[in-house]
């Protein structure tokens, strides 16, 4: 039934945009974290979009009916954020510290854009719902 | 009115056309921040303009075939990132579609239960 197929596609938008939050959640904790576990300050993740398709891949992409998904994390090697604290135990030799790559403007902005498309697919649930169960009252 | 009055296709193609349509829009709104992704919506025109028509060429859209549904890209407006899905307008399409879609489900019960007395209550009289 191709309303199930649009919840589905809307499932996928869901998803995706929460796992977005996750990273974006996970770059605001570690915006100060100066130690990993691959060694040297956090570097700042993103989330990869791509179109997928559900089982029939011809049809779903003729029909225009692709949903999302998170197909790779990537790390941003943009540079660090150097700062001068030579009393911080990660400081250099010449009394800089590394600090994480993650502008926290940037990601309240990323938290509020995906938030809103989550919203967006969340809406076009309910409104699916409510066309799946006045079907079901047909002839009733 | 007869029983295998040809309403009841017509309603049924439309239905399946709004089903179809809300898998455009759902598909656009899973993909809002999907980089190049095109917005796309599908067509009724061709399939409205062949209900009108006598089918005398096989070449002719069969009104009771989904052959008039014709997926394309919408030619909005790129966000910068080769996307084109725009918001504001597949929420109102969202809106506009599950409307129709109950309004037709409704007029089909209509349909119905007109037939229905006529079962019941046509000897009646």
Redesign the interface.
Known sequence: ???I???R??A??LT??RQ?VEISSGNLANSETTRTLEGGAFRRKDVV???ATFGQTFEAA???????EVTEIVTDMAPFDRRYEPGHPDADQSGYVDFPNVNSTEEMANLV??A??YE??L??IN??K??IS??L???? | MNVGDKMFPLVENALDWAAKRQQTISANLANIDTPGYKARDITFAEHLQSLALETTSPMHLNPFSQNGMRVYEVGAKDRGNGNTVDLDSEMTELSKNGLQYIALVQFLNQKIRTLRSAINDGGKG
């Open positions: 039934m191709s309303l197929t649009a919840m596609i809307n996928s938008g995706a945009q977005r979009f791509q179109t003729h029909n225009g009916t692709e949903g999302v854009s995906a809103r498309s967006a697919n809406a076009a409104i699916v409510s066309m006045k079907t009252e047909i002839g009733r």
